[in-house]
């Protein structure tokens, strides 16, 4: 089993900045890719960014010049640079793991991020 442990979401003003962090842990290689995704009240979940093990990234284009994904192989972690937020970036934000050559889907518990005057 993989555990993943998301943190980062909150408060933030038009134009602020957030960082989401996400831990894995357990049985976690091999990682095939690991991403963000996120659901807006009354919308389909949608990816945000992806890393894969190499080190590719990919965005969606609606975040493309804000948003940065990373990761740290020595501590399992991937993070979600955002910046510039806009309201429309409101949504819960969910980490996703991508495990071995089925690349099974292990998911986080979701962090809300909030973009608001």
């Known amino acids: 089993q993989v555990q993943l442990v998301e943190s980062g979401g909150g408060l933030v003003q038009p134009g602020g900045s957030l960082r989401l962090s996400c831990a894995a842990s357990?049985?976690?290689?091999?990682?095939?890719?690991m991403g963000w995704y996120r659901q807006a009240p009354g919308k389909l979940r949608e990816l945000v960014a992806v890393?894969?093990?190499?080190?590719?990234?990919n965005y969606v284009d609606s975040v493309k010049g804000r948003f940065t994904i990373s990761r740290d192989n020595a501590k399992n972690t991937v993070y979600l640079q955002m910046n510039s937020l806009k309201p429309e970036d409101t949504a819960v934000y969910y980490c996703?793991?991508?495990?071995?050559?089925?690349?099974?889907?292990?998911w986080g518990q979701g962090t809300q991020v909030t973009v608001s005057l």
């Open positions: 890393i894969s093990s190499g080190g590719t990234t």
């Open positions: 996703n793991v991508q495990k071995g050559v089925l690349r099974k889907d292990y």
């Open positions: 357990g049985s976690i290689f091999p990682i095939y890719a």
